[in-house]
């Protein structure tokens, strides 16, 4: 197993058979300190974070992504929605999505893709 930082993420990797895991863990943003649209925003909001993988996969593999930290405003509903999307044998994207008049200071998300070893 190896360590390494790629997208803000540090990764771990394990291979075994010619099967591949690789798992990530890290901020996805932090809107407080420059006010930007997570924490000031209203309405319809998304972020698309591009994840490398620290190792190539032969084919597209099976992701799974899920927050593990988030700092919101109390005053309001917690709103969200977190996808792995535009999965690839090199990365995916994590889209995070909220509405209304949710405000989100910072996210972290954790994640771990699984599939057949280049």
Request: charged share 15%.
């Amino acid at each position: 197993m190896t360590g390494s930082k790629s997208n803000n993420f540090d990764q771990t990797f394990l291979q075994l058979d010619g099967l591949l895991v690789i798992s990530g863990a890290g901020e996805l943003f932090n809107h407080v300190d420059q006010g930007l649209p997570m924490w000031t925003g209203e309405g319809d909001r998304s972020l698309h974070i591009p994840v490398l993988f620290q190792r190539a996969f032969s084919q597209a593999p099976n992701v799974t992504v899920g927050l593990s930290g988030i700092d919101a405003a109390h005053d309001q509903n917690l709103r969200f929605a977190m996808n792995a999307t535009e999965i690839t044998t090199d990365g995916f994207v994590i889209e995070i999505k909220t509405w209304g008049d949710t405000h989100i200071a910072r996210a972290s998300a954790a994640w771990q893709a699984i599939g057949l070893a280049e």
